[in-house]
């Protein structure tokens, strides 16, 4: 596939600009899109499945399309570059800005490659975001044409599926899998691809621990396991490591911490979906020096800081019924508008 | 434009279409196994008619009706609408299979197509719908036109259709329509609670107090103010010898959740008022038995579902593997913290019903 590129080449400052600098964020256009993927895919072709990064980062759980909770964060845990990022995915569907969130975290990762890291999460998927908004999304806002979603679904397929931080704590987006015993069978994967109906690749990306178990179980979500205490000592004797971070289940408090630490769940969109009134966080590891005598009752590792925070007040400003999101080139006339106006987006309940 | 009180009614009525729109979707999607064939023609009776109703122009009526219709329901949406609807049908069929002879009330029935399911199945029941008028009018618009619907209420042979085109001949059109068995009545509920009580008692005629009567509530009495809510149901209870009641309400459980639900809504301009004044299932248990003198069973849509205790659940296995086969549902976190904020709740009053021993209920009635 060539792709052929205008002069001047990308300007990633000037995408940036549009995406942070305005009320709301302004779309970037189909074919600036095309070249940021172009570009991304063609460094993640050189990353390994697991990437390997250093302390000090800060480790990011689901954001799905909270677009202001995700500027949110950076104003609480600090902007890229001055702190490092690993995100666990899911940045798309539910929420009203899945393309914005995707289109900023694509811009930063090629500005700040080096600061930046994004793992793929269950939702970075073309049959799961058909159906659960992102799909629509790109529908409405590029006024009918699906090629923004082809070309983002395309480079969720070269995302890596995992992060090793100091070589002692693994993150992942959902969890472990009955077929994965060492990081080395992630590493020999073939992910340039779909996400799996099921293998390691499907289940990385879709387990959840469940502290009530010992062993793996089939999951309630239909995709992935349930796995328990002894898969997790298990798992981290075999590589080495002291914890998995992961996300993907969401939680009240913003984080749930099982099994003294070992494993944690950060969760980063508050308010989920507007409507589920949860807290959410994000986790600063500033090292991981420290002697690995197991204490107990400890939620977290020496060296780690769990940052709760709240829903962003932004948010009540656009889910007002009537108030749309801007499109491009933005159709103001009242016969376009009256023609093809987007109905108002309200959060659902059973009325 | 309409004056607040007039606004707020407008609103209430338009959670009607957010009720069709749901069950619409889920419908098509293969949730209630054959599709509900009597849907299409209330769809299609709002969409003719919303233009006439008031506060609404033709163009906000084609606009509203467009948002209703156009986008596909989230899957956990489609899966709460499929449990409120048999969840209640259960109800419903139990009870009537119980009785030689009694009738159903259903209040705030809209757009609902219960009745017609309900009539068609069995013959020992007469069945009652009150509404606002302007719903009313929408329904029996339906019912004129369409044979299918006037089969299952056993309407006579050769009625006159009518067709609207004026909001002038809306707003004149006679809103009533009774056959033998079937009656769909305009009335403001508020006034069992509010106005002169021989009044109201005269807008129930076609009940025959003496019967065991099964009062529907589905998201209707949430509406109302504390008041009404219990003069609604107190105006019941005392002018029926036999009532029972089924009760689907939201709850704020006082958590995050329900803080967000009241902002969402008032947001929209809809103030559920009885949704934080009785936020729990024990605050509800205590309004009806203590209140007003039923005994009263009470559980979540969450436990109906299967999703919080297993043993809660009212769905078969084979039930669940079905819907569980139509639409994936990625997570399940979200639909149960949702699905713990709807409260179910069978009451019942100089009555003794059998079947809610069958059911699985998180609070049992401490009178009975």
């Not at chain 1, 590029?142 to 923004?148: A, D, E, F, M, N």
């Not at chain 1, 931080?165 to 994967?189: E, N, W, Y």
């Not at chain 1, 992961?246 to 494993?263: D, I, T």
């Not at chain 2, 969840?87 to 030689?100: C, G, I, P, S």
Request: proline content about 4%; overall charge negative.
């Amino acid at each position: 596939m060539t792709v052929s590129f205008l002069v001047p080449t990308l300007d990633l400052d000037y995408c940036l600009e549009q995406l942070l600098d305005h009320k709301p964020p302004r779309l970037l256009p189909e074919d600036t899109v095309h070249q940021l993927c172009h570009l991304l895919k063609t460094q993640l072709l050189s990353a390994p499945n697991i990437i390997s990064l250093a302390t000090p980062c800060t480790v990011v759980g689901d954001i799905h399309g909270q677009y202001h909770d995700l500027l949110e964060i950076f104003r609480i845990g600090g902007a890229p570059p001055t702190t490092n990022y690993v995100f666990l995915g899911d940045y798309v569907d539910r929420g009203y800005y899945s393309v914005e969130t995707i289109t900023l975290l694509v811009a930063l990762k090629l500005r700040y490659p080096s600061r930046v890291a994004l793992i793929r999460g269950n939702h970075e998927s073309r049959t799961i975001t058909t159906n659960y908004g992102f799909y629509t999304e790109v529908l409405n806002k590029y006024s009918g044409s699906l090629k923004v979603w082809n070309y983002f679904t395309d480079l969720f397929d070269y995302l890596p599926l995992g992060a090793t931080i100091d070589g002692t704590i693994f993150a992942t987006h959902g969890g472990l899998s009955p077929s994965c015993q060492k990081l080395d069978q992630v590493r020999v994967i073939d992910r340039f691809k779909e996400i799996p109906h099921d293998g390691v690749m499907a289940d990385l990306v879709w387990s959840d621990p469940d502290p009530d178990i010992t062993d793996f179980k089939l999951s309630p979500r239909g995709a992935g396991y349930l796995f328990g205490r002894d898969v997790m000592d298990k798992f981290c004797h075999e590589n080495d490591l002291v914890q998995l971070v992961r996300a993907h289940q969401l939680c009240n408090e913003g984080f749930v911490s099982y099994w003294n630490g070992k494993c944690l769940t950060i969760w980063s969109a508050p308010n989920y979906c507007y409507r589920c009134g949860n807290l959410a966080s994000v986790l600063e590891i500033s090292h991981s020096n420290y002697a690995l005598k197991e204490r107990k009752d400890q939620t977290f590792l020496p060296g780690q800081y769990c940052n709760v925070f709240d829903a962003s007040p932004e948010n009540t400003e656009d889910t007002h019924e009537g108030r749309s999101v801007n499109g491009i080139g933005g159709a103001t006339d009242i016969l376009t508008t009256s023609l093809y106006e987007r109905p108002g987006r309200h959060v659902e309940y059973f009325l | 434009m309409l004056l607040p009180t007039a606004r707020q009614d407008k609103l209430v009525r338009a959670t009607d279409l957010d009720a069709l729109s749901c069950k619409v979707c889920a419908s098509t999607k293969g949730y209630f196994g054959e599709k509900d064939r009597f849907l299409a023609p209330l769809v299609a009776s709002y969409k003719s008619n919303l233009q006439f109703c008031d506060g609404y122009t033709a163009l906000s009526a084609e606009r509203t009706l467009r948002a209703a219709f156009s986008t596909a329901k989230f899957p956990l949406i489609n899966r709460g609408t499929f449990l409120r609807t048999r969840a209640l049908d259960m109800v419903v069929d139990r009870f009537v299979l119980e009785q030689k002879k009694c009738q159903v009330l259903a209040l705030g029935g809209g757009s609902d197509t219960r009745a017609f399911r309900v009539l068609e199945k069995y013959s020992q029941v007469k069945y009652m719908e009150v509404d606002f008028p302007e719903l009313v009018k929408i329904k029996k618009l339906a019912i004129l036109k369409l044979e299918i619907l006037q089969a299952a209420v056993g309407a006579n042979e050769g009625i006159d259709l009518i067709e609207v085109t004026s909001k002038e001949e809306l707003r004149d059109m006679y809103s009533d329509f009774v056959t033998e068995r079937y009656a769909l009545v305009g009335f403001d509920l508020r006034l069992c609670s509010k106005g002169d009580k021989a009044q109201a008692a005269a807008a129930f005629l076609f009940l025959d107090p003496s019967l065991p009567t099964l009062i529907i509530s589905e998201c209707v009495l949430c509406y109302l103010s504390p008041g009404d809510f219990v003069g609604v149901l107190r105006f019941f209870g005392d002018f029926l010898e036999h009532p029972s009641l089924i009760l689907f309400d939201p709850m704020s459980l006082g958590d995050g959740f329900g803080h967000s639900m009241v902002s969402n809504l008032s947001n929209r301009g809809i103030d559920l008022q009885t949704f934080q004044t009785f936020p729990t299932l024990e605050s509800r248990q205590a309004l009806l038995e203590e209140q007003l003198g039923f005994s009263a069973y009470l559980t979540d849509m969450a436990a109906v579902g299967g999703f919080s205790v297993p043993d809660l659940n009212w769905l078969s296995q084979e039930e669940v593997q079905r819907i569980s086969s139509l639409e994936m549902m990625d997570e399940v976190e979200e639909i149960t913290l949702m699905l713990r904020h709807y409260s179910l709740i069978y009451g019942e009053k100089n009555q003794r019903a059998h079947f809610p021993e069958e059911l699985q209920w998180k609070l049992q009635p401490k009178y009975k």
